[in-house]
């Protein structure tokens, strides 16, 4: 109905068979080797970021973290052999790094704020401000309801990446 506000349903899980239910087969990566993550990776033909985002390929890993992860790993959108270890380690040590960290600011709570906003971050958020590495502004490519941010710099030697929205509107 127009004018009214869609808001999320709660759903109760109570215990593993509830939570079984949630399970799109991701990988966890924490319980990985670097094999396994990396034959995951090769599983389907996808961008870095959308393979790291399938819930089917690797588990829990959003579009915020994305970001954070192939910041830290020096990576963009495809990766070489050689590569894959640093982006598995890069991919622990950030999971791992934002984990404690909202343990500590919520203590024994549950987040009450959820964003994939944080201050800390790296450069998801943070477009056109410096990135906290180089200093180079941090850019944006826009699609559908996501954004990638990344930074030139660090990740794709000073290529920026076409943002198909913004041209297809510069076409028209």
């Known amino acids: 109905e127009a004018g009214t506000t869609r808001r999320a349903s709660l759903h109760l899980v109570a215990g593993a068979p509830d939570l079984a239910r949630f399970d799109r087969g991701g990988l966890e990566v924490f319980d990985a080797t670097p094999e396994e993550f990396a034959r995951r990776l090769r599983s389907e033909n996808h961008t870095l ?75 998801h958020g943070r477009y056109g401000k410096p990135c906290p590495d180089c200093g180079a502004p941090v850019q944006r490519i826009r699609y559908a309801a996501n954004e990638t941010n990344y930074c030139a710099a660090c990740q794709t030697g000073g290529r920026l990446y076409a943002d198909r929205g913004l041209s297809r509107l510069l076409k028209g």
């Open 49 to 123: 970021k959308r393979a790291l985002t399938d819930p089917r390929l690797l588990s829990g890993i959003g579009n915020a973290y994305s970001d954070e992860i192939l910041h830290r790993a020096r990576l963009a959108s495809r990766i070489a052999d050689p590569e894959v270890a640093r982006l598995f380690e890069a991919t622990r040590e950030v999971l791992a790094e934002w984990t404690e960290r909202i343990r500590r600011e919520t203590g024994d709570g549950f987040p009450e704020e959820v964003s994939a906003f944080r201050d800390g971050m790296a450069v």
